[in-house]
Nanobody, 126 residues
């Protein structure tokens, strides 16, 4: 069964750091995988995505230079290192993956992602 399980969320002061983990089971190949977030009252937004096992990550402008997506292919794990956190980073963070897809066809939005985790809450206090 396809499963994505996130962990690592929590509460932190502004300027602090957190590392989110996603256990991607068998989804770390031949697809796009990444992180989304949804703040209360806002639409879900893409944070960072990468073609599983290869390639460079794409980041939302709001997190460039602060967040880093990485992969451990041997462990089927995806990580999001979040530094210099801001109160506006407060959201539920989701790990997501597309169905099998070419690395040359970047997803255009969340509708392209078929598999989702349950989410992990990140709260940044000012």
């Amino acid at each position: 069964q396809v499963q994505l399980v996130e962990s690592g969320g929590g509460s932190v002061q502004a300027g602090g750091s957190l590392r989110l983990s996603c256990d991607a089971s068998t989804l770390m190949y031949s697809r796009w995988i990444g992180w989304f977030r949804q703040a209360p009252g806002k639409e879900r937004e893409e944070v960072a995505v990468v073609y599983a096992a290869v390639g460079s990550a794409y980041y939302a402008d709001s997190v460039k230079g602060r967040f880093t997506l990485s992969q451990d292919n041997a462990k089927n794990m995806l990580y999001l290192q979040m530094n210099s956190l801001k109160p506006e980073d407060t959201a539920m963070y989701y790990c997501a993956a597309t169905p099998g897809r070419s690395r040359f066809t970047r997803p255009s939005g969340e509708a392209d992602f078929a598999y989702w985790g349950q989410g992990t809450q990140v709260t940044v206090a000012s």
